[in-house]
């Protein structure tokens, strides 16, 4: 008898599909399983979704900060999300506070590692290069294996004061020198200019805030996508949403969705604030904003399953395969009327509301009771 068996779902393509689940593994998947037999059966009657696991690739959940901060679990499963990764909240100053206050946590909380060593203590951890320290970094490395899972610099001018694209010439210089971590880079006003920043940044490395309405952003004053952010994107180089409070504008993401320059992970860039006040509020949110900008639900979900965990070396998350996490979330999609925002004001109207009823971390069910 195993511990969980999930019936009569659909997945992102409308096609059935049931799990089997047990001791915190995904042990049989199929459009019909015969012979189930378990302790707790979900049956949804056709009615719900289910995808792997929700990943938020861009999150800020270090609850012990002024600046950038939220409770991990408010971020992830209550809102759906079986695993955070917070996007350099913590460098190698106070990363073992943060792993250590996560331990509780029933989300999976992973971390990125700020190059600056105080993390996000201050808007410009980057502006005293000295804060850069290759020998301490790789220590914490080495230390929290699993946990820490990709490295993050913040390039924007507020950031790195004077120090231009140095900040992020030291981060290549440590990615390097650590198996060829996963990088994120942050981006934001100049200087540095963006195409500085995407000269230096090679294939697998994240662009976060791709899709911003800034100058410096990816669009021109005639509203086209630049010539060198098309090369970046032909590069390799993973554009990613982190929508935030600041970096997601519906002009640039519609622009870029009619000509095919499509993000390959959808991110919150979530902290209390946009959670609260907005434009963020959820992961589910932003699922809805793409969804009216008129991706497909087949196209979205894996935006924030597959590729987040193939952006962060995740082998056995972000997708329901046999042997697989038994992280899962049951959303439903249902009609009715939303007002949308953009990070720069900016408003739409969808009907199509994206509601998680339940989110299953390691076979642990939580009921969330719709959205």
């Not at 919150?268 to 991706?295: F, Q, S, W």
């Not at 965990?309 to 959303?331: R, S």
Request: net charge negative; aromatic share 8%.
């Amino acid at each position: 008898m195993i511990d969980l068996y999930i019936k009569n779902g659909k997945n992102e393509n409308n096609e059935p599909i049931e799990l089997g689940i047990d001791n915190g593994k995904i042990v049989a998947v199929g459009p019909k399983l015969a012979g189930m037999e378990a302790k707790k059966v979900i049956n949804l009657k056709r009615e719900s979704y289910v995808s792997a696991g929700w990943i938020d690739d861009h999150t800020h959940c270090y609850e012990k900060l002024t600046l950038y901060y939220d409770d991990p679990d408010i971020d992830g499963y209550q809102s759906g999300v079986t695993t955070v990764i917070d996007a350099g909240s913590t460098g190698a100053d106070n990363i073992d506070d943060f792993y250590n206050i996560t331990r509780n946590k029933r989300t999976n909380v992973l971390a990125m590692l700020n190059i600056s060593k105080t993390g996000i203590t201050a808007q410009d951890e980057l502006g005293d290069i000295d804060k850069i320290q290759d020998k301490l970094m790789e220590q914490k490395l080495e230390q929290y294996p699993g946990f820490i899972v990709g490295i993050k610099a913040r390039m924007s001018h507020s950031v790195v004061l004077d120090n231009g694209l140095n900040p992020l010439k030291r981060a290549k210089k440590i990615q390097k020198e650590n198996f060829d971590l996963p990088l994120m880079v942050h981006v934001g006003s100049n200087p540095p200019e963006l195409d500085g920043i995407l000269n230096l940044m090679e294939e697998n490395d994240i662009l976060t805030h791709a899709y911003n309405g800034k100058p410096n952003g990816i669009r021109d004053d005639e509203g086209n996508i630049k010539n060198f952010a098309w090369d970046a994107y032909h590069k390799g180089i993973i554009f990613d949403v982190g929508h935030g409070s600041d970096s997601f504008n519906f002009q640039t993401a519609r622009t870029a969705f009619q000509i095919g320059l499509k993000p390959r992970s959808l991110s919150t860039d979530i902290y209390h604030r946009n959670r609260e006040n907005g434009p963020v509020y959820d992961m589910a949110t932003c699922v809805e904003k793409m969804l009216e900008l008129g991706y497909d639900l087949n196209e979205v979900i894996p935006m924030i399953t597959s590729a987040p965990a193939d952006n962060f070396h995740l082998v056995h998350k972000g997708e329901l395969k046999e042997g697989y996490d038994a992280d899962v979330t049951i959303f439903n999609i249902e009609n009715g009327t939303k007002e949308l925002t953009d990070s720069d004001g900016n408003k739409m109207t969808t009907h199509t509301l994206v509601k998680p009823v339940a989110a299953i971390i390691a076979g642990k069910d939580f009921q969330l009771g719709g959205k």
